[in-house]
């Protein structure tokens, strides 16, 4: 970063972030993220994130 520029402002919101990604942004409680997440993490769905 330059002296002369500013970090990145973060985005304010859930939809903000997620037009940042191609394809779909999942958040706890929608339609596939427990399956999304066992693939992701390689573990069972029952185990919550640390």
């Known amino acids: 970063m330059s002296p002369t520029s500013s970090p990145p402002t973060p985005p304010t919101s859930h939809d903000d972030f997620a037009a940042g990604f191609r394809g779909a942004v999942l958040r706890s ?16 769905a029952d185990t919550p994130p640390r």
């Open 29 to 44: 409680g929608d339609d596939g993220f427990d399956e999304a997440r066992v693939v992701f993490n390689g573990r069972t």
